[in-house]
């Protein structure tokens, strides 16, 4: 049962042109969400990150934006560089204390930003 | 500043034999998590701790799996009669308990091949 879901394993856009990267959860009890940016042979590198209290977070050309009615988070990048393409993955973590805030992530989505 | 650093990179080994992979995480941080990642998905939760205590196993770490962090600093994680489906990148993450603990730190993950 996959929690956190990315249903677009890749994406090409032009430089300079906004990328939209979109993710959906079933799960109630995550409180935060992130996404991660990763490069072959590099582990995920941390971008932004989204309370579940929150609808929107800015950080320089990437916004987070958060749906809890319909359980979707989407992450837009404006402008795209070259420097973006990479593989983005989406993950929340869930409020049980126990759990250490474990994350669970989606199955990535590959961006092909093109000079 | 150091981030979190994983020894090997990468790991060749004959099935039936046993690996052991290194984990030190970010100075400060007390969190600690395994993640393993095949190829095309996301990475999937396998443990962590906090401190030096285990506080969570994920049911992917099956007995042939153990996770060591014995002065709460840094981890080791052992796999015992690796078998082919045992290969896969595995990643080390920290964090600071409380607060922003959810972002968590990625080292460069260890590449486990199984002949």
């Known amino acids: 049962d996959q929690q956190v879901k990315q249903n677009s394993p890749s994406l090409s856009v032009q430089e300079g042109r906004i990328s939209i990267l979109n993710c959906d959860y079933t799960n109630s009890m995550f409180d935060y969400f992130l996404w991660y940016k990763k490069y072959p042979a590099e582990g995920p590198t941390f971008l932004i990150s989204?309370?579940?209290?929150?609808d929107k977070n800015e950080d320089g050309r990437f916004t987070v934006f958060l749906n809890k009615s319909a359980k979707h988070l989407s992450l837009h990048i404006v402008p795209s560089q070259p420097g973006d393409s990479a593989v983005y993955f989406c993950?929340?973590?869930?409020?049980?204390?126990?759990?250490?805030?474990?994350?669970?992530f989606g199955g990535g989505t590959r961006v092909l930003v093109k000079p | 500043d150091t981030g979190v650093s994983q020894d090997p990179r990468h790991k060749i080994t004959k099935r039936g034999q046993n690996v052991t992979f290194r984990c030190d995480p970010i100075s400060e941080h007390n969190r600690l998590y395994w993640y393993r990642q095949t190829l095309g998905q996301g990475p999937e939760f396998l443990t962590y701790f906090q401190n030096e205590a285990q506080l969570e196993k994920s049911r992917l770490l099956s007995n042939r799996f153990s996770a060591e962090r014995p002065k709460g600093s840094f981890s080791t994680l052992e796999i015992q009669r690796t078998e082919q489906g045992d290969s896969a990148m595995y990643l080390c993450?920290?964090?600071?308990?409380?607060?922003?603990?959810?972002?968590?730190?990625f080292g460069p993950g260890t590449r486990l091949t199984v002949t």
């Open positions: 993450a920290s964090s600071l308990a409380g607060g922003r603990g959810y972002e968590q730190y």
């Open positions: 989204i309370s579940s209290i929150k």
């Open positions: 993950a929340a973590s869930d409020k049980i204390k126990a759990a250490g805030n474990k994350l669970t």
